[in-house]
């Protein structure tokens, strides 16, 4: 589906894409606690609501003491949520505004707070981040607060049993060749699922860090991930896996890991077309991965993965590696000495 202009937000009149996202508890409790544990950034304040949907956050932040409230959103859904505010009672703090937030006409002084639910599969997708950014730049008074203000992309290579292991035996027919196929057509186009924690084969490793207070989207333009990461655990190496947490002031977090309590974001895997190595506990697996806005939709990426030798000269390991590679052994007891030394001569 396009994702581009007039389609994208004609498919947010979708009744049945908010029925999902109002059920997603994680998703509403992280904002509401945020804004509520907050409220000193709330009261008697001006706050913007980017792409507000429902106004179930503007709501929000009426409820926190706002002193007044815009809502863009740039969809047909704005006249339902003009009902749906008004079923609160506070159509006398919240306004609805029917624009894109580049068309958006700001009544008077510029916003002390601005908040979003801006994020796609993997945070990026259907980059409504570089929306929030505008509105930061036209519209926030410096000095003033972001909810979220902070996003973080993760990774880990993980195993997928749902597209490797269970095609061996389909009603007593082996599907392997089919289920080869079918992983060769999803590399193309990364799948959306719930993975559970068993399956990840190490911890999960920053891939990038964003504050939302002072990055550009022309840094959003391409993300790059190349590192060797340490197998915590035995396992089929057949995916790589992407999930986002952000956070608010206060430190409240929005997870969307396979440790946490399941979104409607789910994660994202890009699946390997066969299985690279099964890979033991303490050996390392490298490989490198590439978030890159496409040059003709704005709004959505490319995802390219290669898997590298992780024994190979041209790969770097960090310092100090847990891995089980004898030179990384070496070295690790080598700097634990060195720091031995130091602590003995202090």
Same mark, same amino acid.
């Not at 980059?127 to 902070?150: I, N």
């Not at 993760?154 to 195993?159: G, K």
């Not at 860090?209 to 391409?222: A, I, P």
């Given at each position: 589906?396009?994702?581009?202009?007039?389609?994208?937000?004609?498919?947010?009149?979708?009744?049945?894409?908010?029925?999902?996202?109002?059920? &997603?508890?994680?998703?509403?409790?992280?904002?509401?606690?945020?804004?509520?544990?907050?409220?000193?950034? @709330?009261?008697?304040?001006?706050?913007?609501?980017?792409?507000?949907?429902?106004?179930? %956050?503007?709501? @929000?932040?009426?409820?926190?003491?706002?002193?007044?409230?815009? =809502?863009?959103?740039?969809?047909?859904?704005?006249? %339902?949520?003009?009902?749906?505010?008004?079923?609160?009672?506070?159509?006398?703090?919240?306004? !609805?505004?029917?624009?894109?937030?580049?068309? @958006?006409?700001?009544?008077? =002084?510029?916003?002390?707070?601005?908040?979003?639910?801006?994020?796609?599969?993997? %945070?990026?997708?259907?980059?409504?981040?570089?929306?929030?950014?505008? =509105?930061?730049?036209?519209?926030?008074?410096?000095?003033?607060?972001?909810?979220?203000?902070?996003?973080?992309?993760?990774?880990?290579?993980?195993? %997928?049993?749902?597209?490797?292991?269970?095609?061996?035996?389909?009603?007593?027919?082996?599907?392997?060749?089919?289920?080869?196929?079918?992983?060769?057509?999803?590399?193309?186009?990364?799948?959306?699922?719930?993975?559970?924690?068993?399956?990840?084969?190490?911890?999960?490793?920053?891939?990038?860090?964003?504050?939302?207070?002072?990055?550009?989207?022309?840094?959003?333009?391409?993300? &790059?991930?190349?590192?060797?990461?340490?197998?915590?655990?035995?396992?089929?190496?057949?995916?790589?896996?992407?999930?986002?947490?952000?956070?608010?002031?206060? &430190?409240?977090?929005?997870?969307?890991?396979?440790?946490?309590?399941?979104?409607?974001?789910?994660?994202?895997?890009?699946?390997?077309?066969?299985?690279?190595?099964?890979?033991?506990?303490?050996?390392? !697996? =490298?490989?490198?991965?590439?978030?890159?806005?496409?040059?003709?939709?704005?709004?959505?990426?490319?995802?390219?993965?290669?898997?590298?030798?992780?024994?190979?000269?041209?790969?770097?390991?960090?310092?100090?590696?847990?891995?089980?590679?004898?030179?990384?052994?070496?070295?690790?007891?080598?700097?634990?000495?060195?720091?031995?030394?130091?602590?003995?001569?202090?």
């Amino acid at each position: 589906m396009e994702v581009d202009g007039d389609e994208y937000f004609k498919s947010y009149e979708d009744l049945e894409i908010h029925e999902l996202m109002l059920r &997603d508890r994680p998703r509403n409790e992280a904002y509401r606690q945020a804004i509520m544990s907050n409220r000193e950034f @709330f009261k008697d304040k001006r706050v913007l609501d980017v792409g507000s949907g429902t106004g179930i %956050l503007s709501c @929000f932040a009426a409820q926190a003491g706002a002193k007044k409230v815009f =809502a863009v959103e740039a969809s047909n859904l704005a006249e %339902l949520s003009k009902k749906i505010i008004k079923e609160n009672n506070f159509e006398d703090v919240v306004e !609805v505004f029917n624009c894109r937030i580049e068309d @958006f006409p700001l009544p008077g =002084a510029k916003v002390d707070v601005i908040i979003s639910e801006f994020m796609g599969f993997y %945070l990026l997708h259907e980059g409504m981040l570089d929306s929030v950014l505008l =509105a930061r730049e036209r519209f926030l008074t410096p000095g003033g607060s972001l909810f979220p203000d902070r996003a973080v992309i993760y990774v880990a290579p993980c195993s %997928l049993p749902s597209l490797f292991d269970d095609w061996t035996s389909v009603s007593g027919v082996k599907m392997t060749t089919f289920a080869e196929e079918l992983r060769r057509q999803k590399q193309t186009k990364p799948e959306i699922m719930t993975l559970r924690p068993k399956d990840l084969l190490a911890s999960e490793t920053v891939m990038a860090f964003l504050d939302l207070n002072d990055v550009t989207s022309s840094e959003l333009d391409k993300l &790059d991930f190349s590192e060797v990461i340490v197998a915590s655990r035995d396992g089929a190496f057949e995916g790589v896996c992407l999930w986002f947490d952000v956070l608010f002031p206060s &430190d409240v977090t929005l997870s969307t890991g396979p440790e946490a309590e399941p979104t409607h974001w789910k994660q994202t895997v890009v699946p390997l077309p066969e299985n690279i190595e099964t890979v033991e506990a303490s050996s390392p !697996v =490298a490989f490198k991965l590439t978030l890159q806005r496409h040059p003709q939709h704005f709004r959505r990426y490319n995802i390219f993965l290669e898997i590298l030798d992780p024994y190979g000269e041209k790969v770097e390991h960090p310092l100090p590696c847990h891995c089980n590679m004898t030179k990384c052994i070496l070295t690790k007891a080598h700097l634990e000495s060195i720091e031995g030394e130091s602590l003995t001569t202090a």
